[in-house]
């Protein structure tokens, strides 16, 4: 196969670079399409040109030095900025978006040349996509209250301000109280109490609570579940309701752990995967019962009768029984986990069952029998599942506890009618084939 000509990738680096400036002057003159010929300023062609510039900028680049490209560039910015200036005088527009998305495109069209040009189509794809969205930024950023803007500020300092601070690894002599994990516990809960709230916001009083929990439950069904039922304690959704979403988030941890069994052994998958999917079937089962409006009921209630989206003090009553049910687990964890992999599936599944899972896994490819591996993962599941109960019938509303643990004693039943089943059914397949 003959090489490629040396013109050929400088080439195609300068066509990204005039595509990256048509895209923005796209989105631009289209926002002034109803402006009469002669009128409209910065447009296609303009920021078009602004990206071929900056190419034509990075191919000089090697062969004139950095102090002509730098001028270069201080020129067309000068000069575009003194031109939006006198227009926006002119139009009484106190803006500057056309002025940043023109320094953007060169920069961009120069970045085409010289460094990666996937991250620089994706970076023009996603400035476009901002200068396109400005009636619907403008429109939500004047819904914000200042709550909701408190409330975002406080997860996002906890997150990125706070939690590098606190040290990593286990501070006691037992290996259980680990300061970093038990934050993270404690702002998964506060995001998921304000996900909840941003849910209800945006999609209504039930698909909200619904979609919210769906999401929740991929990073943590135990913290939705326990969100959920300090929202029905303070009566913010009706019990029925907070159940039905958290049978949602309890279908959603079961196919989790199902899948990450997958990545292990397929033989452990195989077994598994009926037991769970048994569970997981009643669970979507009581939530569509559940989640079904009943006349004369209290329906959800909408985010307006939310009195914070952020309850610190809720988050603060929660996070705490939380951490101290996971360093009890921990402590009885280490101090039994030699005396058995039950003993340890029981302890470690009550606040993490992946852990669970993927540990067993990862001892199921080296020679753990798959009937024990699978025996201890269930066990985990188990644990977990009464873990949340527990908790919500402590901190929750017990109407709402009674309805889950109904729930919960369901898809225990079912789980293990089809787990009793499972060699029996393989048995005949195996003699049948």
């Given at each position: 196969m003959p090489d490629e000509p040396v013109w050929l990738e400088p080439l195609q680096r300068v066509g990204l670079a005039l595509a990256i400036g048509f895209l923005v002057g796209v989105e631009r003159g289209w926002k002034q399409r109803d402006d009469s010929e002669g009128q409209r300023v910065a447009g296609i062609r303009t920021f078009a040109l602004i990206g071929l510039l900056g190419g034509v900028c990075g191919l000089l680049l090697p062969a004139v030095g950095a102090a002509p490209v730098?001028?270069?560039?201080?020129?067309?910015?000068?000069?575009?900025?003194?031109?939006?200036f006198r227009q926006a005088v002119k139009d009484s527009d106190n803006s500057v978006t056309s002025t940043v998305a023109g320094l953007l495109v060169f920069a961009l069209g120069f970045y085409a040349v010289v460094g990666e040009t996937v991250v620089a189509a994706a970076v023009a794809v996603a400035g476009?996509?901002?200068?396109?969205?400005?009636?619907?930024?403008?429109?939500?950023?004047?819904?914000?209250t200042w709550k909701e803007m408190r409330s975002a500020l406080l997860i996002l300092a906890a997150t990125c301000i706070?939690?590098?601070?606190?040290?990593?690894?286990?501070?006691?002599?037992?290996?259980?109280?680990?300061?970093?994990?038990?934050w993270w516990l404690t702002i998964l809960i506060a995001s998921a109490s304000f996900a909840g709230y941003v849910s209800l916001r945006a999609l209504g009083p039930?698909?909200?609570?619904?979609?919210?929990?769906?999401?929740?439950?991929?990073?943590?069904?135990?913290?939705?579940?326990?969100?959920?039922?300090?929202?029905?304690?303070?009566?913010?959704?009706?019990?029925?309701?907070?159940?039905?979403?958290?049978?949602?988030?309890?279908?959603?941890?079961?196919?989790?752990?199902?899948?990450?069994?997958?990545?292990?052994?397929?033989?452990?998958?195989?077994?598994?995967?009926?037991?769970?999917?048994?569970?997981?079937?009643?669970?979507?089962?009581?939530?569509?019962?559940?989640?079904r409006p009943v006349a004369g009921s209290v329906a959800?209630?909408?985010?307006?009768?939310?009195?914070?989206?952020?309850?610190?003090?809720?988050?603060?009553?929660?996070?705490?029984?939380?951490?101290?049910?996971?360093?009890?687990?921990?402590?009885?964890?280490?101090?039994?986990?030699?005396?058995?992999?039950?003993?340890?599936?029981a302890t470690a599944g009550l606040v993490d069952v992946d852990a669970v899972t993927l540990a067993v896994?990862?001892?199921?490819?080296?020679?753990?029998?798959?009937e024990t591996a699978v025996g201890a993962i269930l066990i985990g599941i188990v644990a977990n599942q009464m873990f949340k109960l527990a908790a919500v019938t402590v901190g929750g509303a017990l109407s709402f506890s009674l309805r889950f643990g109904a729930i919960v004693t369901l898809a225990g039943i079912a789980g293990t009618i089809?787990?009793?089943?499972?060699?029996?059914?393989?048995?005949?397949?195996?003699?049948?084939?």
């Open positions: 730098a001028a270069m560039a201080l020129a067309l910015g000068a000069a575009f900025a003194a031109f939006q476009t996509i901002v200068l396109a969205f400005k009636e619907g930024l403008h429109t939500w950023v004047r819904s914000i706070a939690l590098p601070l606190i040290p990593e690894g286990a501070v006691d002599p037992w290996g259980a109280v680990e300061p970093r994990s038990l039930r698909a909200g609570l619904m979609i919210g929990a769906l999401a929740g439950a991929v990073v943590s069904s135990t913290v939705v579940t326990i969100d959920l039922g300090r929202r029905v304690r303070a009566s913010e959704i009706d019990p029925s309701s907070g159940a039905a979403a958290a049978a949602l988030a309890a279908a959603v941890s079961l196919i989790r752990c199902g899948a990450v069994a997958s990545l292990f052994s397929s033989e452990v998958a195989t077994r598994l995967w009926p037991v769970l999917a048994a569970s997981a079937a009643v669970c979507l089962g009581c939530a569509r019962v559940l989640a959800a209630t909408t985010y307006a009768t939310i009195k914070s989206p952020l309850n610190l003090s809720s988050v603060a009553k929660f996070g705490f029984v939380l951490i101290v049910l996971t360093i009890v687990a921990n402590l009885v964890s280490n101090g039994l986990g030699s005396y058995g992999l039950g003993v340890f599936a896994g990862k001892l199921a490819t080296t020679g753990l029998a798959t089809v787990h009793a089943l499972t060699p029996t059914i393989y048995s005949s397949f195996s003699v049948l084939s």
